[in-house]
Structures are given as C-alpha cells and as structure tokens.
C-alpha cells in the first residue's frame, strides 16, 4: 500500500471512529508530513489504518463506533491540587520574521515548575521556530527568553550521532552534565524503560527505526534531570503504546516538578495539560 | 579534560564504524604515491603527502557537518564550543597519525636518499594542518558539497601552481612542497625554515578559526538568559 493509499485509508478508519474532522485532518496531516520526511513505508512506520485509527481515537477519547460511553482515555494520573512552582521559563515579546513574513508576533508564554505547557498551530505557524529560540538556538528579531535552572530539548528530528549506540549517547549528553558514564548509561535506561524501550545492544543510531530514535532523543533531553525540558513534537514514529507511555512519562516529569513545553498536533489533549500556546495566526482562526 | 576526552573518545568510535571511508583514507594516499612512482624520485613522495592532505581534509569536512545535527543539544547539555571542537580536532589528529604512519614507513623502505626527518615533519604538518582546514570548512560552509568543491578547487591548484609563486604561499599545503624540496632535492635549510614556518603558522591560524567559527555557531544567543 502507496502513502496515498495508506492515508486515504486512515482518514475513512478515523471517521468510522466518530472523530472530529478537524482533528481527523490534523492527525492525517501530521502523518501525511511524517511519511514525506522519512521516506519509510507507512505500514512499517505506523501499522494498518485501522490500528493506527484505534489507537488516535483512543489516545484522543473520541466516541466508538457505533456510539455509546465506551471512551477509552489516556489514564491520567490522579493529581493532587495544582500549586503553582516558581517560574522556569519566561518568554517575553518573541517576534520572528522571515524574509519579510512575520512567522512570530509578540508572543508570551510562561511555564512553572510542575506545569506541562502545550505549542498548537498549524503548519508553518512557527511552533519549531518558537522552541529554537527558546532553546537559544534561533535568534529572535524581538524579545527575551529567561531560563531558571537547566535546559533539555528534543528536536523534531536529527539531533543524534548516526554510528553511535544508544548508550554511547547517553555517556555523551551525560558528560556534559555532569554524569560518570556508570549513572549516565543506568539514568538512560531508566527513562528508556518508562518509554518500553529496551536500548542494550549494538544498534547504531542510523539503524534504529524513526520511533525509536525519538525514544532515543526524547531520552537525551530528559538526562540530567534538567528543570524545563522543551519538546518539539517529540512522538512523531512513535506506535501505540509508546505514544501512550510518552504522556504518561509527561505527567510523571510534571509531578516531580518539571517544567515543559511540548509542541503537538493533537488537540484533544490539551485538557491535559495547564497551558496552551496557539500560534495560529489571527486571520487564519477568524477565516 | 573529561567533557573534551568524551567527545574525543566518541568522535573516534564513529570515524571507526565508518570503515568504507576509512579504507578509502587509507587507499587514497596510495593512488597518489603509485601515479608517480615511476617517475622523477621525489615526485612520489611529493604526492602522497597531498593526498594525505586532500583525504585527511576530506574526513574532516565530513565528520564537522556530520556533527553539526547534535552539537547545538551538546552545547545545551552542559558543553561549552571548546569541549566540542578541541574534542574533534584531537580524534581527527589522531586518525591522521594512525594513518599516515604507514605512509612514512612505505617512503623510508622505498625510497633512498632522501632525508627520512623531513619527510616524517611533512607528515606531521600535513596531519595538524589538514584537519583544522576541513574542519574550517565544515564551519564556514553549511553544506558538503560546497566544503568539498572548496577543498577540490584548493588541492587541484596546489598540484598545478608553482610553488616559488608568491601567491602559492597563501595555500594551505605550501610547506609540503617547501620542505619537500628541502628532503628531496637536499637543498639549504632555508627550505626547510619557510616550510616549518609556513605549516606551523597554518595551523594555529586554521586551528584559531575553528574555534572561532564554532563559538559562533554554538554561541549563547542573547535573548537568552539562564539563572
């Protein structure tokens, strides 16, 4: 089965399930640009439709065929009254242009210790560009980014050494922060087995599947144990389950006081989290 | 030391999985010396330590752009530009001496009558100098290609310039031919005198504008302020 096929297929298996076309749109949308980008087979990279469709109208709570109660949710963990920590980030006035096309425009964001914060937008609305500059690696044309403590951030993409192991990346990211190669490769597995991945072996990075090296980078940001941790759309590959063990790893991170700013397309979750950012330019909400 | 040792250890892990290139490192030098073994004596040995030179500025290129994807997280996760760069340098040096051991050994059993020290010093300056070059260009030059049509274009006028032209003496790989001239032709030491000059001060220049060019890229933009 051809992408076409395969997301022709996805986008009939979600309205079966009952989702809201606008997020039926995104999902199909954000498979669509992650098929082009890797170039991988979308039965290796996601599965049949019907499976992948099952498990994104689960993970969103979409009503089952057939209507009914049945809504199957990402379990959230029970959370005790939110108490706001101090503030880790500060983003003040980022504005962002483009040759002459404004991509960001004054914009402000906030997050405290134990707060998740969720980047929406549509495509090219500048949620990529908005978390480089947040993690200093794009200069703005306006405004400030105020840090308290450490930083950690997974790309979208890259970000990974192509003929190293798993392990040899975390010794690296660990030695930059401070870690003996002993604690740096134990404090990865940990985070890797919150995520199901077991990363022992001889498998260089290049050789890993396009899941699985953004369980490898979403595991290099988290090492250190760094007070906010930026996110850039950092599921993208992953399967079912992972995408499941990913928020609830989130949530764990939120509780024990973590500030972070996830990029995402699925809008459905964002009652799960205590900030939402949307970057969608004005004209394009009122069109 | 720790962050730059790491950084070396790793960056020599991942030239050692690449075994294709490494054997055409390895290989490539050969050609040279072979297209002109039979020719006038040092011509030879004159060649394999531009190709030394061309191979060794090769694998820098590509190992800096190569690196280029993680070093900005790196530099996020607690290391400065120096830990980065002095890491790589030291692996890709490192590479350079392995590999052109066995270069010195094939001229000190082929060839007689040549003054082996020299020779061994060309070597030594074509190592220092010919990674912080494709390093360089890494820096300056985002992509591969460019970087490698720059190196091409540097190379192919360092074989075809002559060498008493003062305009030769701004390529990087001047001092090979100088003190080549110098082991080969057993001319004066001033020879030999310009050369080391001219390789010594390569270095530092080129080694000074790596670590230039990369605290600029991995620098702390000013927006952003930690406390």
């Known amino acids: 089965m051809n992408s076409d096929g395969w997301l022709q297929a996805l986008a009939g298996e979600l309205h079966r399930r009952g989702l809201d076309p606008d997020l039926s749109r995104h999902v199909v949308a954000e498979a669509a640009t992650h098929l082009r980008d890797s170039g991988e087979p979308p039965l290796q990279v996601f599965g049949p439709p019907a499976t992948y469709a099952t498990a994104v109208a689960e993970s969103v709570g979409a009503p089952q065929p057939g209507g009914g109660v049945g809504v199957a949710r990402v379990a959230m963990p029970v959370r005790p009254p939110h108490t706001p920590g101090p503030v880790r980030l500060e983003v003040r006035g980022i504005t962002k242009r483009y040759r002459r096309r404004p991509v960001l425009t004054s914009v402000d964001l906030t997050v405290r210790a134990g707060e998740i914060a969720a980047v929406v937008g549509a495509n090219g609305a500048g949620k990529s560009t908005f978390l480089r500059i947040c993690a200093g690696l794009l200069s703005p044309d306006a405004g400030r980014v105020r840090v308290h403590g450490t930083l950690g951030y997974c790309p979208q993409s890259g970000g990974t050494a192509d003929f190293l192991y798993p392990e040899e990346h975390f010794v690296l990211v660990g030695a930059g922060r401070g870690l003996h190669r002993a604690e740096a490769r134990a404090a990865g597995r940990a985070h890797a087995g919150a995520l199901d991945w077991e990363p022992a072996g001889r498998t260089q990075a290049r050789h890993l599947s396009g899941g699985t090296r953004q369980k490898l980078n979403l595991v290099m940001a988290a090492l250190g144990e760094p007070d906010v941790l930026l996110l850039d759309e950092p599921y993208q590959g992953f399967d079912r389950g992972t995408?499941?063990?990913?928020?609830?790893?989130?949530?764990?991170?939120?509780?024990?006081?973590?500030?972070?700013?996830?990029?995402?397309?699925?809008?459905?979750q964002l009652d799960r989290v205590d900030t939402v950012l949307d970057l969608t330019p004005a004209r394009e909400m009122s069109a | 030391m720790t962050k730059i040792w790491t950084v070396a250890e790793l960056a020599l892990r991942e030239v050692a999985r690449r075994r294709g290139?490494?054997?055409?490192?390895?290989?490539?030098?050969?050609?040279?010396?072979?297209?002109?073994?039979?020719?006038?004596?040092?011509?030879?040995?004159r060649f394999v330590c531009l190709g030394l030179s061309w191979a060794l500025s090769t694998a820098a290129l590509f190992a800096g752009s190569a690196a280029r994807g993680i070093e900005p997280r790196l530099r996020l996760s607690g290391y400065r530009a120096y830990h980065l760069h002095l890491g790589r340098l030291l692996a890709l040096w490192t590479v350079g001496a392995v590999l052109s051991v066995p270069?010195?050994?094939?001229?000190?059993?082929?060839?007689?009558?040549?003054?082996y020290g020299a020779i061994a010093l060309?070597?030594?300056?074509?190592?220092?100098?010919?990674?912080?070059?494709?390093?360089?260009?890494?820096a300056i030059l985002p992509r591969e290609l460019e970087g490698t049509l720059v190196l091409l274009i540097v190379v192919g006028l360092q074989m075809v310039m002559d060498p008493a032209d003062t305009a030769a003496r701004a390529l990087p790989f001047w001092f090979s031919r100088e003190i080549g001239t110098y082991a080969i032709d057993h001319t004066d030491s001033g020879y030999l005198?310009?050369?080391?000059?001219?390789?010594?001060?390569l270095t530092l220049a080129l080694t000074a504008l790596v670590a230039i060019a990369s605290g600029i890229r991995l620098r702390q933009r000013r927006h952003l302020r930690f406390d």
């Open chain 2, 21 to 45: 290139v490494l054997l055409i490192l390895l290989v490539f030098p050969l050609a040279f010396y072979a297209s002109r073994r039979d020719e006038h004596t040092g011509q030879s040995i």
């Open chain 2, 103 to 115: 270069y010195f050994l094939l001229v000190r059993f082929d060839q007689d009558d040549v003054r």
């Open chain 2, 122 to 138: 060309i070597m030594a300056l074509t190592v220092a100098t010919a990674v912080p070059f494709g390093l360089a260009l890494s």
């Open chain 1, 243 to 268: 995408y499941l063990d990913f928020w609830q790893q989130l949530w764990r991170w939120r509780a024990d006081g973590r500030a972070i700013v996830v990029v995402t397309h699925l809008l459905n």
């Open chain 2, 193 to 201: 005198a310009r050369g080391l000059v001219h390789g010594v001060t």
